[in-house]
């Protein structure tokens, strides 16, 4: 059973970016394809992106394409989601989260097994 803590949350400007981590303990990252989410007050969690095992396929929400970047490194257990040009709809708590030997990327959160207790990015504009 893995473990998944995220950081690097905060307020930013529009246009700013920032870069969150999901630290994995417990288990090997590499047994687990990867994801996050976001989630605003009163709306339901939204699917940002997913990267699977090895790291090779990513798949992104058509509202971060071109601006988010998801990535892995298997060998420390971590995953990184880097936001460039952030915008105030972006504004959530974001949330990581695992599917065991996930062999298909998926947007739906029931498919994923463990998550994070997520971190908060604020956009001011």
């Known amino acids: 059973q893995v473990q998944l803590v995220e950081s690097g949350g905060g307020l930013v400007q529009a246009g700013g970016s920032l870069r969150l981590s999901c630290a994995a303990s417990?288990?090997?990252?590499?047994?687990?394809?990867m994801g996050w989410f976001r989630q605003a007050p009163g709306k339901e969690r939204e699917f940002v992106a997913a990267?699977?095992?090895?790291?090779?396929?990513?798949n992104y929400a058509d509202s971060v394409k071109g601006r988010f970047t998801i990535s892995r490194d298997n060998a420390n257990n971590i995953m990184y989601l880097q936001m460039n040009s952030l915008k105030p709809e972006d504004t959530a708590v974001y949330l990581c989260?695992?599917?065991?030997?996930?062999?298909?990327?998926?947007?739906?959160?029931?498919?994923?097994?463990?998550w994070g207790q997520g971190t908060q990015v604020t956009v001011s504009s």
């Open positions: 417990g288990d090997t990252l590499s047994n687990y394809a």
């Open positions: 990267i699977s095992r090895s790291g090779s396929v990513r």
């Open positions: 989260a695992a599917d065991w030997r996930g062999m298909v990327l998926t947007p739906r959160p029931d498919e994923y097994d463990y």
